[in-house]
């Protein structure tokens, strides 16, 4: 295939993956009740939301409908963009599509509910019930708490594909385990640090909840990658 029949093969896997994302998205809106009485369960009844804009109901609601499509659309987006890469790779079994497609949404659905039973409910309760003074009160806006959820499930989302993103490019001739052996302690301080970034309740125990998978899943890495 020429260059140009590859872009149009690759923008035929972009509007399919859209359009896809975008049904999903559709009715994941239709599913109003449902889903916010789920999202907002880690509020429990000590909290209650405030909103301060009068289009902010209505564009959460269109904001958190198209995080959950992207999710539900997430298998078949990595389906069809692995067919497009697949021809390129070295290792281009039935087997191995199969592992790289099941391991990628795997991997994704476990960071998220990693963010969800552990992360959030940690860092929303420390940051909800934390007072610099008792005349300052903590009124949470609805923006506020689901940009919080939405930001820290997709930055745990994407953090548990490492071993997948680094499988692929060993197949592409990219890296080397050599490489990830190489900047290995590099790569530890800054799980650390992005840990402490993204779990702000500074306890022990959350950040080690956060840095040590990811860490593992970097060890992983090393091991399924090519020499």
């Known amino acids: 295939m020429t260059f140009w029949e590859h872009l149009e093969e690759l923008r035929g896997v972009l509007i399919k993956s859209v359009c896809a994302w975008l049904l999903a998205s559709i009715a994941a809106f239709a599913l109003k009740e ?10 429990g009844s000590g909290h209650t939301l405030v909103n301060l804009d009068v289009t902010a109901q209505f564009l959460t609601h269109v904001q958190v409908s ?24 070295e290792n281009n079994s039935k087997c ?9 949404y795997l991997l994704f659905a476990a ?8 992360i959030f409910p940690f860092s929303f309760r420390f940051l909800s019930d934390y007072q610099i ?11 506020s708490y689901m940009s919080m959820l939405l930001i820290l499930s997709v930055m745990m989302g994407l953090l548990f594909e490492i ?27 800054a799980i650390l640090i992005l840990a402490a970034v993204i779990t702000p309740t500074g306890d022990p125990f959350t950040l080690l909840l956060v840095s040590l998978p990811v860490y593992l899943l970097y060890e992983l890495s090393i091991l399924i990658v090519k020499q």
Do not use: D
């Open 163 to 189: 071993p997948v993103v680094t499988w692929l490019l060993s197949e592409l001739g990219i890296l080397r385990k050599s490489h990830l052996k190489q900047y290995r302690k590099y790569v530890f301080v």
């Open 111 to 118: 960071g998220l509910a990693l963010n969800w039973f552990v």
């Open 66 to 89: 198209l995080c959950i499509g992207f999710v539900i659309a997430l298998p078949l987006v990595i389906t069809w963009l692995f067919a497009f890469i697949a021809p390129a790779l």
């Open 96 to 104: 191995s599509t199969i592992l790289f497609i099941a391991g990628a």
């Open 133 to 143: 003074s008792t005349v300052v009160v903590n009124n949470i806006s609805l923006q």
């Open 34 to 43: 449902p889903l916010f009485t789920f999202l907002f369960a880690p509020l």
